[in-house]
């Protein structure tokens, strides 16, 4: 359906589930390994994991404790009394039948998530709540069989559950970004999106603008980038659209997603909370948390994004720059602290080439090593004290990043240092105009061709071996024909 014909006459509203793997050495209920990634099936497993006869859980300590900065980071509020319960419904890749869960007192109740968009406006969408449960494991399909693998079985979980607030595909992505930034800054989980750390379930559907009442929604599955929450919602929408306007109904189910077409698959109809038979656990008790545990446990989060947004508004950073510098909470607390020290044009010159040589990733690949407040507050003074030019700081800031060196002893080793001392360019600058060579540029910029200026500051800079620096070169060029002009 034509995109714009589709904007014009629909509304889409999502709400997005988010598990969120907890960052704990064990599982949820059993003593097993919590880290599966690289190991062979069915390795990183525990009796409980696989409901043999007497086995019971016992709740994982840390991952309450998770739940609980969870709950911070999410402006939450945290459930006094939490309770599980069985979830009944037909898991392969669960021995024991069920899930355990949190339906009808979860831990984490209400709260909200800020995003920034790309416009500079902010979308803000209220949570629901947020449970623990546990992981299934996997299943790896074949044509005549299914394999499957409970290393992850029982691993913790949090389910983070929206209310339907979002209204576009950028707003989608948006908050899968930044609710992806709020946990790994709060130490909740690892992040990696790669291994499934964090995965996205978007509920979309569309109505008509003027309906008072929503749609029919389908769910897309196990998203596990911000690209793809953003791809996956803007198809479904457009595919809700052509089916209303040829007058089609919309069937509420599970569709999968396919990065690589591009579109979404129906997988299976879509449950309801009855068809899934919650139940109490009866083998774990309810979970009773103090005010004091609650709060000593919160007082452990560090500074969250929306800290370092605050803290950077006098460096007048791009946008571009500040999300950049978020992707790794190290280089945010590194600009931090370099703003704390020093003024803030070293903090914003730092700032940039964070986010310009580290995450373009063509000079700087892997991890930053040097993570020195002192080695790139060095590199930016000697830029602003004019000793070194832009494109050398770059190539010294490069190596300052794996290197404990300082600046300008990388700087005096690669013979970098400009020259400023403004009798010896003067010296230069005198070359270059008594230089036949140099005469028709002259001759062009005293008739007002400015950049005729270029050639001559390039001269000066060749005769210097590039040391000279460019702005006093500049400037003393200037004078001299100034005089010459005035003279003639």
Known sequence: MNREIAYE????????????QLDTTTKLFSGADNDARDQEPNLMT??????????????????VELAIRAGKALNATIAPISRFDRKHYFYPDLPKGYQISQMYQPIIIGGFVEAPLESGETVKVRLHHAHLEEDAGKLTHQLDSSLIDLNRAGTPLIEIVSEPDIHSAAEAKAYATELHRLMTYAGVTKGDLYHGNMRFDVNISIAPKDSKQLGTRAEVKNLNSFRSVERAAEYEFLRQAELLEKGESITQETRGWNDATGKTSPQRSKEDAQDYRYMPDPDIPPLVLSPEFIDDIQSQVGALPGYFRATWQSLNLDKSVVESLLDVRQHAELIT?????????VARRVAHWFASVVRAGEEVSGPVKNLQVESYAELAQLVIAGKLSSTAAKEIFVELTESSET???IAQKRNLIQVSDESAIQEIVSSVLDDSASQKSIADYLAGQEKA????????????????????????????????????
């Open 9 to 20: 006459k629909y509304q889409m509203t999502i709400g997005i589930e988010c598990h969120v």
């Open 46 to 63: 525990s009796p409980v994991d696989f409901a043999l006869p007497g086995m019971l859980p016992v709740l994982n300590r840390r991952a």
């Open 337 to 345: 602290a370099i703003q704390d020290d020093y003024d803030d044009d």
């Open 407 to 409: 600046a300008e002893s």
């Open 453 to 488: 200026l270029g050639y001559l500051v390039g001269q000066v800079m060749k005769q210097s071996a590039g040391k000279a620096n460019p702005s006093i070169a500049n400037q003393l060029l200037r004078e001299r024909l100034a005089a010459r002009k005035s003279s003639s």
